[in-house]
């Protein structure tokens, strides 16, 4: 499933045909999946830890030398500041998409696996999804936001707004774990799958553009739920068909979503330097951007793990 969506995200980065309809559910899937993987743990140290390197590192490294490569392009334009340098590392803590780039989804999940852990019961995480849709919707129909230049930059922290629910829905189905594995009955994952198309695509038609970096919904809640929802249901029952094959690549892809999801931009850039315009081709280009990346992770899993969130002693 990871394989699956970070294939689209990078897709929806190209602003291809289509875009809209896969921004209904690219990053919706992958804070779903974070809740189901996500475990409460007993040891707060071991939490913490966990936290740390598998999340924060990985990011404070990536940011890092986006701020390096950032630095090298402005100072060929004789740009380069000491104030920059103070108001990006400022702007990263505070968790603006201006410094953060795509990691915005690494600083928000970080939030919500501390919120998720210290969520004390089943009513807690009820009470807290409530106050979160609310909080959507206040902040994209309150003129005092939209009046408010800070406070409408894309920011991760507003970001926990719309990303929680899919979490928590996340995290609400690990109790079906038995279920969903056991779950390999290809004419209705089949029927199942087709039938998610038809929703993703009602969604998307009637909701407008989804924007979760800026807390954006649409203008519809309900339908970038379902469509999110139904989204992440139609990567799951296409990786139960291909879940008996042991592919290498696909594992390696999974293991470092996290460096992807850092640096692919820079590779479709490079690539809208030649193919200006959206074309049929990006569907192509996408995989070869993933498999481009696959020695990449090879290599920091060897040399530099803590990169794509592994801590080794």
Known sequence: ?????????????????????????????????????????????????????????????????????????????????FTRIKFYFVYSLLGFQSSLGTLWFVYTLTLLKIIYQFSSNRMTSVFILAVSLVGAYLFNNTNCIHNHSLLHNPNAISNVLVAYPFFIFGAFLRKFKGIMNNYNHLPSQ?????????????????NSE????????????PLFLIGGIAGSTAIFLVSKVFSFHNVKSVLLISKGTIIILGFHVYLIWFVRGFLTEPSIMDFIL?????????????????YCPLIIGKYRK
């Open 1 to 81: 499933m990871k394989a699956i969506g970070m294939y689209f995200i990078v897709l929806g980065h190209f602003f291809t045909y289509g875009y809209k309809y896969i921004y209904v559910f690219s990053v919706p899937v992958f804070f779903l999946i974070s809740g189901f993987l996500c475990k409460k743990e007993t040891d707060f140290k071991l939490f913490w830890m966990k936290l740390w390197y598998n999340l924060m590192v990985p990011m404070l490294i990536i940011c890092f030398l986006y701020f390096i490569f950032n630095s090298i392009s402005v100072s060929v334009s004789h740009a380069f500041s």
């Open 286 to 302: 996408s995989l070869l951007i993933l498999i481009v990346f696959i020695p990449l992770i090879r290599l920091s899993e060897r």
């Open 210 to 221: 989804v924007w979760m970096h800026k807390v954006g919904y649409g203008n519809n809640i």
């Open 190 to 206: 089949i029927i199942g799958f087709f039938i998610c198309v038809l929703i993703i695509v009602i969604c998307g038609y009637y």
